[in-house]
């Protein structure tokens, strides 16, 4: 998915602001890199600072079409939700009651997987 399915969301961790804005020159600089940003229907589970980097890049840009950064439209977000529900049923625990701090248990053994030596909360 892209930055339009993510960006009404709230960060899920507190952010710095020169790790933001780090980001941001590194994306404009080389586009994404590594994992996407992981998001449920209601609510991101990784990617505090890359969302609020992205966040800056679009005000950057909010009015000038001709050098609107395409990383804002490309696949930087991946949908979760079906992993995080079957999850929350198998351990009987609501979504509430998850850590997403330690979030390797939740993505074992699925295509998140993948990008666990890229994901600091694995």
Request: aromatic share 10%; hydrophobic share 40%; proline share 3%.
């Amino acid at each position: 998915m892209t930055y339009a399915a993510i960006e009404s969301f709230s960060p899920i961790n507190p952010v710095e602001n020169d790790k933001v804005n780090q980001l941001a020159k590194s994306m404009l600089a080389n586009g994404w890199q590594g994992a996407p940003i992981l998001y449920t229907d209601y609510m991101l589970i990784t990617g505090s600072h890359r969302l609020e980097a992205l966040r800056e890049i679009e005000k950057m840009y909010v009015d000038d079409e001709i050098t609107y950064p395409s990383i804002l439209d490309e696949d930087i977000a991946l949908d979760v939700t079906e992993i995080i529900n079957d999850y929350c049923k198998e351990e009987e625990i609501t979504i509430g009651e998850i850590d997403f701090s330690d979030i390797g248990k939740i993505f074992e053994g699925t295509e998140v997987e993948q990008w666990k030596d890229e994901i600091e909360e694995w």
